[in-house]
């Protein structure tokens, strides 16, 4: 089962969409990347979810990839009486410490790191943005506002505060008990929420230890701040358009989404555009005209993958929402003038060189598929930053590796015995091009690697091959 596209889909799963049947269909409808969102679920419901992920990529024989999405520090508001509270313009309200049960007069939020970063004339958020308060006065444990903008108020409830750096770590304690368990699970890779700091990343990556990849979700523009640092220590990156978009300016998003693809690309790491994509089909069986604008716009741009939330997790067409996207992409990747509009210039490295030269010369000469081997995956990923118009045949025989390499654009990774002798990599990237049905009996394969073999470091070898004829 290949693509045929290069841009990849990344699936939220949850209860419209967690049996091994269902998980399956999205697979089958073009589904790559399997997002397990840990702000909801148990244990338990985590572990049934990946063991299905496993028993679909066992039965359609294709890597598949499981990304642990973790909670992180989401401030939220406490319990209103009868849960609920209405509000009008103008009138004032108070955010404190209490337990106590809300009413239209105040309400609990647990969270002393929120009333520390306040000054007085900051705007505080909730509910996405829906309500809007502007603070008059604050203390260690309260904050005196008044209404800008907003009718009603419910339990738990999220709160931001837009252009304040908030001095809260990324990882709770509840995130580090999931990170255990996810990598005791064995997911493939682990998003972090509310990066705010290169901090937050390296400690992560000290956690994980190299056992999954790590994935930075920019959602706070703290984060944009120090941008470079967190890349630098992120194997991917997310561009979290929720609570991004309720901090920055609307005008704001698309420009900071350019800007963050252009800066993942850079460094040849996967970049995944997130939220609201297809919103509309959570309830409605076909998305809106301006949606599908939306994700022809990352491809046009040339994001890696473009993720599904509510609208393969809890939406009633999951299949279809998949199904949709999968054709967006596909259709908007047969334009001619796609790879042009995609182009990004970077510098070449010396260490990347053979690769550019391998990008250049499948593009002129009509090869079916550059068949790449890898021991950890950056091969690959090199090849993929480079965009060539020709599949990536990732080979490896790290399971581990294969399944990572879901994320990545144009790559299509399959496990294979391990190579010691260069002179076996003909005849095994020709048979499973073939195979899988990348190449047809007598097409050029062209073949990248690195010798020793099983050892990272650049790709030195590049030679031309052909699928066996039958």
């Known amino acids: ?58 039965a359609l024989d294709r890597p598949l990839a499981v990304l642990a999405d973790l909670q992180g520090p989401k401030l939220r508001l406490g319990k209103f009486q009868d849960d609920k ?24 939020a647990p ?67 999931d990170l255990a368990f996810a990598l005791n699970t064995g997911v493939d890779w682990v998003a972090l929420s509310f990066v705010q700091r290169a901090a937050d990343m390296a400690e992560l990556r000290q956690l994980v230890q190299g056992r999954a990849g790590v994935l930075a979700k920019i959602e706070k523009p703290a984060a944009l701040d120090v941008l470079d640092e967190i890349l630098d220590l992120s194997e991917a990156v997310m561009v979290a358009r929720g609570d991004l978009g309720v901090e920055l300016n609307p005008e704001d998003v698309p420009v900071v989404q350019k800007q963050l693809i252009r800066a993942a690309r850079d460094r040849g790491i996967p ?26 716009g990352a491809v046009y741009e040339g994001a890696d993958a473009l993720m599904l939330s509510a609208e393969t997790a809890a939406g009633q067409y ?12 596909a259709r908007v990747e047969k334009d001619p003038r796609w790879p042009e509009l995609m182009a990004a210039e970077h510098d070449v490295e010396a260490s990347d060189a053979l690769v550019a030269a391998a990008t250049q010369a499948a ?14 995956g950056q091969t690959a990923l ?13 080979l490896t025989p790290n399971l ?28 095994l990237a020709g048979d499973m091009a073939l195979k899988i049905g990348l190449a047809n009996p007598g097409d050029r394969v062209m073949i990248l690697a690195g010798v020793p073999m099983g050892s990272p470091g650049a790709a030195n070898i590049l030679r031309l091959t052909h699928a066996p004829r039958r």
Do not use: Y
Request: hydrophobic share 45%.
């Open 1 to 58: 089962m290949i693509r045929a596209r290069r841009a990849r889909i990344v699936a939220t799963l949850g209860p419209a969409s967690s049996s091994p049947e269902q998980v399956r269909q999205l697979a089958l409808a073009g589904a790559d990347v399997f997002r397990v969102n840990f702000s909801h679920g148990s244990h338990a419901d985590h572990a049934r979810t990946i063991q299905a992920v496993r028993e679909a990529e066992l």
């Open 85 to 108: 509270a209405a509000l009008h313009a103008g009138q004032a309200f108070r955010i404190d410490m209490s337990r106590e049960l809300g009413d239209t007069t105040r309400v609990g």
């Open 111 to 177: 969270h002393p790191e929120v009333f520390a970063a306040l000054r007085e004339g900051s705007l505080i958020l909730l509910d996405d943005g829906k309500v809007r308060l502007r603070v008059t006065g604050h203390g260690p444990d309260f904050a005196d506002t008044v209404v800008e903008a907003g009718e009603k108020l419910s339990n738990h409830k999220g709160l931001n505060l837009p252009g304040n750096a908030i001095p809260i770590p990324a990882l709770t304690d509840k995130d580090r008990k």
């Open 271 to 296: 970049i995944i555009v997130a939220t609201q994509m297809l919103e509309s089909m959570i309830t409605a069986p076909a998305p809106t005209r301006a949606e599908a604008s939306d994700v022809a």
């Open 318 to 329: 999951p299949f279809e929402a998949v199904s949709i996207m999968d054709r967006i992409i």
């Open 363 to 376: 593009n002129i000469a009509h090869t079916a598929c550059v068949a790449a081997f890898t021991a950890t």
């Open 382 to 394: 090199r090849l993929a930053r480079e965009r060539p118009q020709t599949t990536t045949l990732a």
């Open 400 to 427: 581990a590796t294969a399944r990572r390499l879901a994320l990545a654009w144009g790559v299509e990774p399959r496990v294979v015995p391990d190579i010691l002798n260069p002179e076996d990599m003909p005849k």
